[in-house]
């Protein structure tokens, strides 16, 4: 079986429709999803209305998609301190989403178990310990062997940080990092995410890196006109830092 799997689209729909044209290409038969569909991008409705539509497609709960869903002044004020354009965006999309599409939000599950070909796989936003934690290039392997401390699955999943990483671990488990459709941190801003091919209980990998027009993406983002959203749009043109 051939699967794809993405995250953090965040509300980059000519991002999804370019890499979704490339899994159409490869002949994907079911698309993993592991969330942040929405905050702090340009076209959030249309994305969410797009996921929800897809029959194959198999979707669990980015950190920020819970974000929104359970908005609190806790949430807003832990988010200004830390990163105070990405508040605004979250404030800007509070208002901006109606009930229903935050509801489809808070009801997708945090993580996902399954078993693909006799592999045993878990789809996780972060880690498997948290939601927000990065998994990166170059970490220790050690600190990436406690974050799977506890995990029964092969294959494990992720995304969250933006930038595209990969280990396998001293228990023979593997981790992927499928990076970001929406707003990928890597040097030539192309969207990525990842093909699997499983067969036998074995599967292999590969990093996809798509084009797409970046320009109508950041004019669309620049347009929804909150405090910070043209930083956003440039991030889109020329990444620098996952958090502004």
């Not at 990436?144 to 488990?173: R, S, W």
Request: glycine fraction near 6%; hydrophobic fraction near 40%.
């Amino acid at each position: 079986m051939r699967v794809a799997v993405l995250s953090d689209i965040h509300g980059n729909m000519q991002a999804l429709e370019a890499v979704m044209d490339d899994i159409k290409e490869y002949k994907c038969e079911k698309v993993f999803c592991l969330g942040d569909l929405a905050m702090a991008g340009p076209q959030p409705r249309m994305v969410i209305d797009y996921v929800q539509k897809q029959d194959n497609w198999t979707v669990i709960q980015g950190n920020t998609d819970k974000m929104i869903a359970d908005f609190s002044s806790e949430i807003m004020e832990t988010t200004k301190n830390n990163f105070p354009v990405m508040a605004n965006a979250l404030v800007d999309d509070v208002y901006y989403l109606e009930d229903e599409r935050k509801e489809y939000l808070r009801n997708l599950p945090p993580q996902k178990f399954m078993t693909v070909d006799g592999v045993k796989v878990l789809l996780v936003h972060g880690s498997p310990r948290r939601n927000n934690e990065d998994i990166l290039p170059n970490m220790p392997l050690k600190e990436v062997e406690e974050m799977l401390e506890g995990v029964d699955a092969d294959l494990i999943f992720c995304g969250h940080t933006h930038i595209p990483a990969g280990y396998q671990t001293n228990k023979k488990q593997t981790v992927v990092n499928v990076g970001s459709v929406g707003r990928p941190m890597t040097t030539e801003a192309k969207a990525c995410y990842v093909v699997a091919d499983f067969q036998n209980g074995g599967f292999s990998i590969e990093h996809r890196f798509i084009d797409y027009d970046r320009e109508t993406a950041a004019r669309l983002m620049e347009a929804r006109n909150f405090d910070g959203a043209a930083k956003i749009a440039q991030m889109i043109l020329h990444p620098s830092a996952r958090h502004i």
